[in-house]
T-cell receptor, first 116, second 110 residues
């Protein structure tokens, strides 16, 4: 149980375009989803926390107009990188929590974004 | 923001040896988790420790939460090449937010 998927696993886009990444909880309802960014050989940095049906809470330094997060259902959250630039290239990972136990987060497999 | 310091950041040892990875903070965490991450994949939860002084064992892996809930350790006995990976500790800050350590990149050589 507690499986989280991400799609796509890899995406290459041109500078200036937008790209959407999906995060789905497959076998549980995720009241809260989290989006992380990981640079090569570095740890995970939390970008934002989203609760179903409400606006996401962004961490300091993360541009909310650039990284659009939607959590429209209890099984799906999306991250849209708008007007992507090469410096946005990174490994984006989502996690999901059912809320039944506050410290249990289940991570997706990640999405490798390359902006050319 | 509470910070977690992991040490060592890199560790390369021979198969069969023992090792310990440390995760330290000046702040108290309500719980702490250890993850293992393979290249190109998301972190996989190994264990959650909640109670100060708690010790949990997962086969050859032993996890300990400090009495004051500020630090934790991961001990691996008789390391195997399959243990190679990035080990991350993460402390729960507030109700939901996880704060990650920098990670320990472990390489077990045959």
């Amino acid at each position: 149980g507690a499986v989280v998927s991400q799609h796509p696993s890899r995406v290459i886009c041109k500078s200036g375009t937008s790209v959407k990444i999906e995060c789905r909880s497959l076998d549980f309802q995720a009241t809260t989803m989290f989006w992380y960014r990981q640079f090569p050989k570095k740890s995970l940095m939390l970008m934002a926390t989203s609760n179903e049906g409400s606006k996401a809470t962004y961490e300091q330094g993360v541009e909310k107009d650039k990284f659009l997060i939607n959590h429209a259902s209890l099984t799906l959250s999306t991250l849209t990188v708008t007007s992507a630039h090469p410096e946005d290239s990174s490994f984006y990972i989502c996690s999901a929590s059912s809320g039944s136990s506050s410290y249990e987060q289940y991570f997706g497999p990640g999405t490798r974004l390359t902006v050319t | 923001t509470q910070l977690l310091e992991q040490s060592p950041q890199f560790l390369s040892i021979q198969e069969g040896e023992n090792l310990t990875v440390y995760c330290n903070s000046s702040s108290v965490f309500s719980s702490l988790q250890w993850y293992r991450q393979e290249p190109g994949e998301g972190p996989v939860l190994l264990v959650t420790v909640v109670t100060g002084g708690e010790v949990k064992k997962l086969k050859r892996l032993t996890f300990q939460f400090g009495d004051a809930r500020k630090d934790s350790s991961l001990h691996i006995t008789a390391a195997q090449t399959g243990d190679t990976g990035l080990y991350l500790c993460a402390g729960l800050q507030g109700a939901q937010k996880l704060v990650f350590g920098q990670g320990t990149r472990l390489t077990i050589n045959p």
